[in-house]
């Protein structure tokens, strides 16, 4: 694990970084007075306060991660039946792929859950994190610890296909697996 | 009672039809003559004609039509005045001054909120708040406007934000965030945009709605395995797990006495709607059918008024997503259809009177804002808020 100061400092980066990006073209920050519907002003958008003791380990301690990371998806997706966070056999041979890219090495793995756009967003949240805790579940049992794998569920927010259809929605429903190298 | 209910079902089953119910729940049409010609007088004249639109309980009229004339001016020292008279009986309802401010969507609120009170007895909803979820391309923020789609204002940079809920004062928001990549829990405060960590334990931290003492929050955690429910200190500690099931606990909404928690549960396959016991306890089921109900809110009217709590739900029906309520809290009951238009209508949320529904309406892939007032069936469109907007939550 690392220090507090450590990640508090990568959280501030982070924030500020995005700040910058989102904040390029809009008005002044903070300007007070009123504005009638459609135009949207930016409230002054500070870091986060990380107070001690809401920072919380365990098993499964998740690594510090940037979007960059994310686009490093190695391998083939999971994919799975509407509404359904089962392995089916048929994928399971993508799940061994993965687990043997991870023996003889210290990577850790991102598991991420995801859904087509068909149910609520809330639920579908928790689908999503079903599904990559079904594909840990079972590359634990081929035999990966599972202190190296976290699971992110972005429910129907990050879909592979933004198109609209059963063809889309089949491929939206799967898990996506980040090695990273730390 | 009995027969209240009976009345809201009958408004809500004939929603095209004029509706024909108990005075209170009748729509009161009121002739807004405004605040003469002045600059001021001619913004105040806009924004109270739009919250009278807006209202639920009043109705906009021409005189002749009218139960209610509304005038008013604006004095020589900025002050301004508002009279409503009842038409037939001349009786003045209200007669009201009011200085002169510089806010002037302000003033007219409260006084729109005078006009609401004056005739129906019922705190308006006019000076109230809806935070809501912000699309800017490819990016979802926390932001906050005025309950009629003015003050848009942004309160995240987190790229991925969910499901904001207010503290039951008003000064604070709870939300789910991607800000580390991961979903935690944040709270931000509304007066100084500081923000802070609620929770961020491994996987799943989402869901959070505070409880009506504002002391704790329930949320979906799955630090324990598949997504359960909790409940937690508002300052991150007393941690207390509620559920223990294989399947998936979600968005949980208290009670209004706060000794009760509505969530959706798939844990006997498809999505329905539990409750169960602050404390845990054995869940009991609620919904059966439709055979998806997702997305509980739970009403919390004042004290006194005709409307009684309520849950609002998001079914799914052939493939489209329709706002329902359960009127009465008990096992097996049907989910009550109250906007089911062939969009996809979801995210409810109450407004403190217990009877408007903020939602998001989604047609062609587009997600905007809609009041609905379940005792009509009427909606009403709020401004486009840039390129969309969901997951709305009415403040207190």
Same mark, same amino acid.
């Given at each position: 694990?690392?220090?507090?100061?450590l990640?508090?400092?990568?959280?501030?980066a982070l924030?500020?970084?995005l700040?910058?990006?989102?904040?390029?073209?809009?008005?002044?920050?903070g300007?007070?007075?009123?504005?009638?519907?459609?135009?949207?002003t930016p409230?002054?958008?500070?870091?986060v306060?990380?107070?001690?003791?809401?920072?919380i380990?365990?098993?499964?301690?998740r690594?510090?991660?940037t979007?960059?990371d994310?686009?490093k998806? $190695?391998?083939?997706?999971?994919?799975?039946?509407?509404d359904?966070?089962?392995?089916?056999?048929a994928?399971?041979a993508k799940?061994?792929?993965?687990?043997?890219?991870?023996?003889?090495?210290s990577?850790?793995l991102?598991?991420?859950g995801?859904?087509?756009e068909?149910?609520?967003?809330?639920?579908?949240?928790?689908?999503?994190?079903?599904?990559? $805790?079904?594909?840990?579940?079972e590359?634990?049992?081929?035999?990966?610890?599972?202190?190296r794998?976290s699971?992110?569920?972005?429910?129907?927010?990050?879909p592979?296909?933004?198109?609209?259809g059963?063809?889309?929605?089949?491929r939206?429903?799967r898990?996506?697996?980040?090695a990273?190298?730390? | 009672?009995?027969?209240?209910?009976?009345?809201?079902?009958?408004?809500?089953?004939?929603a095209?039809?004029?509706?024909?119910?108990?005075k209170g729940?009748?729509?009161?049409?009121v002739?807004?003559? =405004?605040?003469g010609g002045?600059?001021? +007088?001619?913004?105040?004249t806009?924004?109270v004609?739009?919250d009278?639109? &807006?209202?639920?309980?009043?109705?906009?009229?021409?005189?002749?039509a009218?139960?209610?004339?509304?005038?008013?001016? %604006?004095?020589?020292?900025? +002050?301004?005045?508002?009279?409503?008279?009842?038409v037939?009986t001349?009786?003045?309802?209200?007669?009201?001054?009011?200085?002169?401010q510089?806010?002037?969507?302000?003033?007219a609120?409260?006084?729109?909120?005078?006009?609401?009170?004056?005739?129906?007895g019922?705190?308006?909803?006019?000076?109230?708040?809806?935070?809501?979820?912000?699309k800017?391309?490819?990016?979802?923020?926390?932001?906050v406007m005025?309950?009629?789609?003015?003050?848009?204002?942004?309160?995240s940079n987190?790229?991925l934000?969910?499901?904001?809920r207010?503290?039951?004062?008003g000064t604070?928001?709870?939300?789910?965030?991607?800000?580390?990549?991961?979903?935690?829990i944040?709270?931000?405060n509304?007066?100084? +945009?500081a923000?802070?960590?609620?929770?961020?334990?491994?996987g799943?931290?989402?869901?959070?709605?505070?409880?009506p003492?504002g002391?704790?929050?329930?949320?979906?955690l799955s630090?324990d +395995?598949?997504?359960?429910l909790y409940?937690?200190? %508002?300052d #991150?500690? *007393?941690?207390?797990?509620?559920?223990?099931?294989? #399947?998936?606990e979600?968005?949980?909404?208290w009670?209004?006495d706060?000794?009760?928690?509505a969530?959706?549960?798939d844990?006997? #396959?498809?999505?329905?709607?539990?409750?169960i016991?602050?404390? #845990?306890g054995e869940?009991e089921?609620?919904?059966?059918?439709?055979?998806?109900?997702?997305e509980?809110? @739970?009403?919390?009217?004042?004290? =006194?008024?005709?409307?009684?709590?309520?849950?609002a739900v998001?079914s799914?029906?052939g =493939?489209?997503?329709q706002?329902g309520? &359960?009127?009465?809290? *008990?096992?097996g009951?049907?989910?009550?259809?109250?906007?089911a238009?062939g969009?996809?209508?979801?995210d409810?949320? @109450?407004?403190?009177?217990?009877?408007?529904l903020?939602?998001a309406?989604?047609r062609? @892939?587009?997600?905007?804002?809609?009041?609905?007032?379940?005792?009509?069936g009427?909606?009403?469109?709020?401004?486009?808020v840039?390129? *969309?907007?969901s997951?709305?939550?009415w403040?207190?």
């Amino acid at each position: 694990m690392r220090s507090n100061v450590l990640t508090h400092t990568m959280i501030l980066a982070l924030v500020a970084a995005l700040s910058l990006v989102g904040c390029k073209k809009k008005p002044p920050v903070g300007t007070a007075g009123t504005t009638g519907p459609g135009s949207v002003t930016p409230s002054s958008v500070g870091g986060v306060d990380v107070p001690g003791g809401v920072t919380i380990g365990g098993p499964g301690m998740r690594p510090d991660l940037t979007s960059a990371d994310l686009e490093k998806r $190695q391998f083939t997706p999971v994919y799975f039946d509407y509404d359904s966070a089962k392995i089916k056999p048929a994928e399971m041979a993508k799940l061994e792929v993965v687990a043997e890219s991870l023996k003889g090495n210290s990577k850790n793995l991102i598991i991420e859950g995801h859904c087509d756009e068909r149910g609520t967003a809330e639920y579908n949240r928790a689908l999503g994190e079903r599904r990559a $805790q079904a594909a840990l579940v079972e590359l634990k049992r081929l035999g990966i610890d599972a202190s190296r794998m976290s699971t992110i569920s972005y429910g129907k927010e990050r879909p592979a296909d933004s198109t609209h259809g059963d063809t889309a929605w089949s491929r939206n429903r799967r898990c996506e697996f980040v090695a990273l190298d730390r | 009672m009995r027969i209240l209910i009976v009345m809201i079902l009958l408004a809500v089953n004939v929603a095209d039809a004029q509706v024909t119910v108990r005075k209170g729940f009748q729509k009161r049409f009121v002739a807004v003559n =405004g605040f003469g010609g002045t600059a001021l +007088g001619a913004k105040l004249t806009e924004v109270v004609a739009n919250d009278v639109r &807006l209202s639920g309980c009043l109705g906009l009229a021409k005189a002749d039509a009218a139960e209610f004339v509304q005038h008013g001016n %604006v004095k020589a020292d900025g +002050g301004v005045e508002c009279f409503v008279t009842h038409v037939v009986t001349k009786k003045m309802f209200l007669s009201k001054a009011y200085p002169g401010q510089a806010d002037a969507r302000r003033l007219a609120h409260a006084i729109s909120d005078d006009i609401v009170q004056a005739i129906t007895g019922q705190r308006g909803i006019a000076q109230t708040r809806i935070a809501f979820i912000l699309k800017q391309g490819r990016n979802k923020e926390l932001a906050v406007m005025d309950y009629d789609g003015a003050n848009v204002r942004q309160y995240s940079n987190d790229r991925l934000c969910a499901r904001p809920r207010w503290s039951p004062d008003g000064t604070r928001i709870v939300y789910t965030s991607y800000w580390q990549m991961f979903p935690d829990i944040l709270e931000v405060n509304l007066q100084t +945009g500081a923000r802070q960590i609620l929770a961020r334990f491994p996987g799943l931290n989402t869901g959070a709605e505070y409880s009506p003492d504002g002391l704790r929050l329930a949320v979906t955690l799955s630090k324990d +395995g598949n997504p359960e429910l909790y409940t937690m200190g %508002v300052d #991150g500690t *007393g941690l207390r797990r509620l559920t223990n099931t294989r #399947g998936a606990e979600s968005s949980p909404t208290w009670s209004p006495d706060g000794r009760q928690i509505a969530f959706v549960s798939d844990d006997r #396959g498809s999505p329905q709607i539990y409750l169960i016991n602050r404390d #845990g306890g054995e869940p009991e089921r609620l919904t059966v059918s439709p055979s998806y109900n997702t997305e509980p809110a @739970w009403s919390r009217p004042p004290s =006194g008024s005709e409307m009684r709590p309520m849950i609002a739900v998001t079914s799914r029906v052939g =493939g489209k997503f329709q706002i329902g309520v &359960l009127e009465t809290v *008990g096992a097996g009951q049907g989910v009550r259809p109250v906007l089911a238009d062939g969009a996809d209508n979801e995210d409810p949320s @109450w407004a403190p009177n217990g009877r408007m529904l903020v939602f998001a309406k989604r047609r062609n @892939w587009s997600s905007r804002l809609y009041l609905l007032d379940v005792v009509t069936g009427e909606q009403l469109e709020l401004p486009a808020v840039g390129e *969309g907007a969901s997951e709305p939550a009415w403040g207190p």
